[in-house]
């Protein structure tokens, strides 16, 4: 979407266009239901969430359907950014510089581009999740219509499907610990679509170059 | 018996201890079926049907007496009928009441997320609650004997109950009742043992079945119902009763390892999350003060 990319008033970027930030909220709602209904079939010290949500009954039935949505929104965001998310050498270096980025020295990590390196590991942490937990799913879905002779399908099942969700919670976690705390101006980014030029130079110095077309040559911080 | 054999000593998806934890000492109850005296008749089928107040369910016919292939929601006890040719040319019909065996360690309990949902009384008999039942099948995959089955219409899952309302008013199952040939026994777990061991070794010694023996398998912690076979070496001959049963690797890592790893993980992940945000705080703390309007 880096063709969409506008300068607005009053120093403001454009960031993510209306059907990103539809799309990122279909994901994100889906996503916080199966969440805590999964955590309520997860273990009985979470079962009182299914409770609170219309009872196990209704939990059971709406897991899979909400399931559904979810998968449809992560398809739809590789349609939007996969493109931007393939690897490149400055995720390499950004990998090693970890460190850095964890101590808030972003001055010492290589300039980052529209995503980084980390935000491009979440993203295909989700998509590849979505498709395991699809996949192993559907088999949950409907156990009683597998026959006996491939019950094997069904202990894939009950171990691959919280494997994966535990892998999305994880980085689950450190999406809405970067987007609400550490980056002051991302979550505001995913609901109005813009952030500050200021932003956009502190967290995606390639990105801000791209925008400003390379005309600025402001030393960072 | 009492009611006070419906005390739970095991419940599903439950957080906490369980009142009826080893708090008492109890006959765990226990069926005999002696599968060398059973003569196929199907009164079990039909007193179980009856009992349980069952609808009517259509039979299949696959060149075999049996009346179908598995058992379903609403038909817990189903006889299967197996023909094997021993290796003098001889032909032995194996005839084995087939119905949920009550293990001591259910696999069907261990999966179950929903609480109480399934739940096992001080006297061993494992019974499914379907008022707390939420439909996910769990069960299904956790039982080692195929025995949980789902009805589409309730979206509820149900298998034999060993007759609790009948066994907790001192009456024996309906099976057992119904049974002419007294191939069926109930009792204590401790009496059935014995007698089943008495009738193995008795056909050991007058009845050339040297390999007899009783089916008690350690592999799910011993079961409700026992069998005495004329090979007890290959029970997979009485329509694929397995050998050494136990709950599924999977289930047992999913419920075992991957929770504990799991449940550390994710709050550990909270914690450290928490004073990664005490010790480091926002990116941008060191910035020049900023204009308003920054969302």
Not at chain 1, 48 to 58: K, M, R
Not at chain 1, 160 to 173: D, G, R, S
Not at chain 2, 21 to 49: F, M, N, P
Not at chain 2, 210 to 237: F, M, R, S, W
Request: proline share 6%; charged share 20%; net charge neutral.
């Amino acid at each position: 979407m880096s063709q969409q990319n506008q300068i607005l008033p009053h120093g403001r970027v454009l960031r993510y266009a209306f059907a990103e930030r539809l799309n990122h909220w279909l994901a994100a709602f889906s996503y916080i239901y199966l969440l805590l209904t999964g955590l309520a079939f997860w273990s009985p010290w979470c079962f009182w969430i299914a409770a609170v949500l219309g009872g196990g009954q209704v939990s059971r039935m709406l897991h899979p359907w909400i399931g559904l949505a979810f998968f449809v929104a992560v398809m739809r965001m590789y349609s939007l950014w996969a493109p931007q998310m393939h690897t490149t050498e400055a995720d390499k270096k950004w990998w090693r510089s970890l460190n850095h980025y964890i101590q808030n020295e972003d001055d010492k990590m290589p300039p980052a581009g529209r995503y980084n390196a980390g935000q491009k590991a979440l993203f295909w942490s989700f998509f590849y999740g979505a498709i395991v937990l699809l996949l192993t799913g559907i088999v949950l879905w409907f156990p009683e219509s597998i026959p006996w002779n491939l019950r094997w399908l069904r202990y894939i099942a009950v171990f691959l499907h919280p494997v994966a969700a535990l892998m999305t919670i994880a980085n689950f976690m450190i999406h809405i610990y970067m987007s609400v705390f550490a980056e002051r101006g991302a979550f505001g980014s995913v609901i109005r679509g813009d952030v500050s030029l200021e932003f956009a130079k502190r967290h995606h110095p390639g990105w801000y170059e791209e925008i400003v077309g390379g005309s600025s040559s402001a030393p960072r911080k | 018996m009492s009611q006070a054999t419906l005390r739970m000593q095991k419940i599903s998806g439950h957080a906490g201890s369980v009142a009826g934890e080893d708090t008492q000492r109890q006959y765990t109850v226990a069926k005999l079926v002696d599968t060398t005296t059973c003569i196929g008749c199907k009164a079990c089928e039909v007193a179980c049907v009856e009992w349980n107040d069952m609808p009517f369910s259509p039979t299949t016919f696959d060149n075999t007496y049996q009346t179908m292939p598995e058992t379903r929601w609403n038909y817990w006890n189903l006889i299967t009928f197996n023909e094997h040719e021993k290796e003098d040319g001889s032909l032995m019909w194996l005839m084995r009441k087939n119905q949920c065996m009550h293990c001591a360690e259910p696999g069907c309990l261990a999966a179950c997320p929903s609480d109480g949902a399934i739940v096992q009384y001080t006297n061993g008999i494992v019974d499914f609650q379907q008022d707390k039942c939420i439909g996910c099948g769990y069960c299904i995959s956790g039982c080692p004997f195929n025995i949980p089955k789902f009805n589409k219409e309730t979206k509820r899952v149900y298998k034999c109950t060993l007759c609790t309302d009948r066994v907790s008013e001192g009456l024996e199952p309906a099976c057992i009742k119904a049974c002419p040939t007294g191939c069926l026994h109930f009792g204590s777990k401790e009496d059935m043992l014995v007698l089943a061991e008495q009738r193995s070794k008795q056909l050991k010694d007058n009845y050339n079945f040297p390999n007899a023996g009783v089916y008690d398998p350690k592999g799910v912690g011993g079961t409700g119902v026992i069998y005495v076979l004329h090979d007890a070496t290959q029970p997979e001959l009485y329509g694929a009763l397995p050998s050494n049963p136990t709950i599924p690797l999977m289930v047992k890592l999913w419920k075992g390892p991957l929770k504990w790893l799991g449940n550390v993980a994710m709050v550990g992940g909270l914690i450290g999350l928490f004073v990664h945000y005490l010790r480091f705080g926002p990116k941008d703390r060191d910035d020049a003060p900023r204009e308003g309007g920054q969302p």
